[in-house]
């Protein structure tokens, strides 16, 4: 889970960002999250970014990451402990007017603790409640349906205008059962505005009310969607928005929260209903694993892909990318089956997250790290100039080689080239996105790299930057050219990254890209404004050696400022 809050959960909104004015890029690339502070953890925290380009307007862009501004800081209660405040959100969004060449980050009025900073000692209690938006912020544009008055009455059409759709998490506010909104730990909720001008004004009436799009029970915890609108005028299901996810059935129930199987909502009016389909099985034995990490698009003509990460019968106990596709607007799904690997869990186990880690203990999970990135060549918006090439990118190997992979198909995903390695030399992945141009003749990939090998132990310095490649295709239809490298970010070291609980570090689950015609945009984890805390680093070391009874530092007294400042840059080709 990427703990975060749905941006307009009704009206349990949080206040999300800052004022702001958009900063330029100035070394290549800039700064998407510029109205968070860089001090104190944990409101300079931010992570799993998303990106998505309005095909209509390919000047418009809209990002999404967790966003934790609006959290108290650790001074506030206990000073060495920095829980999620309770009630507050966690989701930000941003947007850019000029192709990601600047950023705006709004703000919104709701529910807020920026301004509970405390004071040292762990005399000054703080609680607020509110509905809580969780995170996870996926983005998607596409076509509105016409109203009466409307150009196009009654249907979905460019002429109309453009819809944001904003899926993420959401929680509870009421902490008790008669106060709950929904059944169950985690839901996923939809959030939509017409007027995106006026969002990034700041304006709250510019979005409308959030949709709970989730079935659940009592012990759901829906967690990690995505989201996608066809926005391909040529599709006979242009205009339907899908989010797939993947509904943990035993959360704090079961020690794995298992199983979790994969789960797809399908809107045909705009987003304000949604029929949900189960796309894969709920087993979790060693025999099988349900699909996780998902991925949804859909082509020219209106087929619908849904990719995750996981083990099926025909493969055997390897896992591999699978697929499953709907030909009728998502009314029907065919069962996953494998179509690139098989692929392997790179990092090695660290008992205290209990997950996989790839720069050294104490580490940032890399739990998502094979999971299946996708996009399509559809030719948005019009779908005239459609190749329909389907591009992949994920990261597999063993913990001193962890590849940035790269695959594609040229024939609706019935097979697929030979996985191969496109990672700059010296790279060691950590999380990889594809984005393919409408036309095809161009695909970018950002990934975020760690230079440094497994670290032992917390005292040695890491670095990690995020990459962004580029590639051509000659005939659009492919196969894609050699990659080269574009931009390369700025390095940091991810020890100045943080869990709110301090034991590890913490850089989410996911980067992300998109593409037009013209240029390429991609959004990655950063941490080259964080500093490492030599007093957390040994708390850390402690913890890995097994002594559970040491006291935790105190992050505003005992770390430098700047500690735990990530951040969401961008780069964008034009």
């Known amino acids: 889970m990427r703990r975060m809050s749905l941006l307009l959960l009704a009206a349990m909104a949080a206040v999300l960002v800052m004022p702001t004015m958009p900063v330029n890029a100035a070394s290549g690339d800039v700064l998407v999250t510029n109205g968070s502070p860089t001090t104190p953890f944990a409101e300079n925290k931010q992570n799993e970014p998303a990106v998505a380009v309005n095909a209509h307007h390919p000047n418009v862009v809209a990002a999404g990451a967790n966003e934790e501004i609006d959290m108290e800081a650790c001074n506030a209660g206990t000073d060495n402990s920095c829980p999620f405040t309770p009630g507050i959100g966690v989701s930000g969004v941003y947007f850019s007017f000029n192709s990601g060449q600047s950023w705006t980050q709004p703000t919104y009025t709701g529910l807020t603790a920026r301004n509970c900073q405390g004071v040292v000692g762990d005399s000054d ?217 098989p692929v392997t869990q790179p990092g090695a186990f660290d008992p205290v997250q209990g997950r996989p880690v790839i720069d050294g203990v104490a580490g940032a999970r890399s739990d998502l790290a094979p999971a299946p990135s996708v996009d399509i060549a559809n030719g948005a918006p019009t779908g005239s100039d459609a190749t329909d090439r389907i591009v992949m990118s994920y990261v597999s190997g063993d913990l001193a080689d962890p590849h940035v992979k790269f695959a594609e198909s040229t024939n609706g995903g019935n097979s697929w080239s030979t996985p191969r390695n496109i990672e700059s030399t010296g790279d060691r992945g950590f999380y990889a996105a594809p984005a393919i141009s409408p036309n095809g003749t161009d695909v970018y990939v950002v990934y975020d790299a760690f230079q440094t090998p497994f670290q032992p132990t917390t005292a040695t310095p890491r670095s990690m930057q995020g990459v962004v490649l580029h590639a051509t295709s000659p005939t659009n239809t492919g196969p894609t050219g050699a990659f080269s490298e574009i931009h390369r970010g700025a390095a940091g070291d991810p020890r100045g990254s943080s869990a709110n609980a301090l034991t590890d570090e913490f850089l989410g689950d996911y980067v992300y890209a998109a593409a037009t015609r013209g240029y390429g945009v991609a959004v990655w984890n950063d941490v080259r404004n964080a500093a490492d805390c030599s007093a957390v680093d040994a708390w850390r070391q402690s913890l890995q050696d097994g002594n559970f009874s040491a006291t935790p530092p105190a992050p505003e007294q005992d770390c430098p400022a700047t500690f735990g400042n990530s951040d969401i840059y961008a780069f964008t080709s034009i």
């Not at 909720?189 to 979005?207: C, I, L, P, Y």
């Not at 979790?284 to 991925?295: E, L, V």
Request: aromatic fraction near 10%.
């Open 125 to 341: 209690p703080y609680y607020e409640a509110g509905l809580v938006s969780d995170g996870d912020p996926a983005l998607a544009f596409g076509p509105r349906k016409g109203g009466p008055n409307a150009p196009v009455p009654g249907q979905f059409s460019w002429s109309n205008g453009s819809r944001l759709y904003y899926a993420n998490l959401t929680s509870n506010l009421g902490a008790t059962r008669s106060e709950a909104t929904f059944k169950g730990f985690e839901a996923i909720a939809v959030s939509r505005t017409d007027h995106v001008a006026s969002a990034a004004a700041g304006n709250n009436s510019a979005w409308k009310a959030p949709v709970i799009i989730s079935h659940q029970s009592q012990t759901t915890f829906s967690d990690k969607e995505q989201i996608w609108a066809d926005n391909a005028s040529s599709s006979q299901f242009f205009g339907t928005v899908y989010v797939c996810w993947a509904s943990f059935k035993g959360q704090e129930k079961s020690p794995n929260a298992a199983p979790a199987p994969l789960e797809v909502a399908v809107s045909h009016d705009g987003g304000t209903t949604w029929t949900q389909h189960p796309i894969s099985a709920a087993a979790n034995n060693r025999q099988r694993n349900p699909s996780d990490g998902c991925t949804i698009r859909t082509d020219s003509n209106g087929t619908a892909y849904v990719f995750g990460v996981g083990t099926s019968s025909s493969g055997g106990h390897q896992a591999f990318e699978l697929m499953s596709r709907s030909f009728n607007g998502g009314q029907t799904w065919s069962s996953p089956r494998p179509v690139v690997g």
